[in-house]
């Protein structure tokens, strides 16, 4: 198993420009989110996704949209990049959304907005 | 708010020794679960370890161990006999009815030789 996999693992954008940062996992796990680390604020929840079709708001969801049409892909698209979505982007994925659950999380995607 | 504390931005350890770094949390819910994962600097987070809020025993894995203090509401982390490849990032995090987890600052881990 590959695990929980992310790409690209370094961006950088301009101002205004779109993209989408990749997330898939092999494990057939229901539950997928997004998290975010910014210096000195630790991880905090973006999106998260319970199963195909199914997605909620997490703590910082503000111009960030994600869409869940597979169990495996989980992708996080920034429609108008901003400087205060410079961070490092992590996906992870557990079983179900049970927090006794272990969640498994890929290598991250360090993303600079210029 | 809802909030997980990291009161200890860095602590420093000699190799051998044995280091504990704090957390507290505030949370309404009366089920819930905590976390300790390592983040070393490849960026991976790894699970160290996880208390289940209704055990009173606290939990345990090899080296690494919990103080569990449900009525203050702290749950730090305890590494005995300190490897070089213990440094790293620690976060302590926080989940609760779903799968939503809610971390700390961190406090980074330095292990001297």
């Known amino acids: 198993n590959a695990g929980v996999t992310q790409t690209p693992k370094f961006q950088v954008l301009k101002t205004g420009q779109s993209m989408t940062l990749q997330c898939a996992q092999d494990m057939n796990h229901e539950y997928m989110s997004w998290y975010r680390q910014d210096p000195g604020m630790g991880l905090r929840l973006i999106h998260y996704?319970?199963?195909?079709?199914?997605?909620d708001q997490g703590e910082v969801p503000n111009g960030y949209n994600v869409s869940r049409s597979t169990t495996e892909d989980f992708p996080l698209r920034l429609l108008s990049a901003a400087p205060s979505q410079t961070s490092v982007y992590f996906c992870?994925?557990?079983?179900?959304?049970?927090?006794?659950?272990?969640?498994?999380f890929g290598p991250g995607t360090r993303l600079t907005v210029l | 708010a809802q909030t997980v504390t990291q009161s200890q931005p860095e602590m420093s350890v000699q190799e051998a020794e044995t280091v504990t770094l704090s957390c507290t949390y505030d949370t309404s819910e009366s089920d819930y679960y905590l976390f300790w994962y390592k983040q070393p600097p490849s960026r991976q987070m790894i699970l160290v370890i996880r208390q289940e809020a209704y055990k009173q025993q606290n939990a345990t894995e090899n080296r690494f161990s919990v103080n569990f203090q449900k009525a203050a509401k702290s749950f730090s982390l305890k590494i005995s006999d300190s490897q070089l490849g213990d440094a790293a990032m620690y976060f302590c995090a926080r989940g609760g009815a779903t799968n939503k987890l809610i971390f700390g600052t961190g406090t980074l881990l330095a292990v001297q030789p």
């Open positions: 992870a994925s557990s079983p179900r959304g049970d927090p006794r659950d272990t969640q498994y």
């Open positions: 996704s319970v199963g195909a079709g199914i997605t």
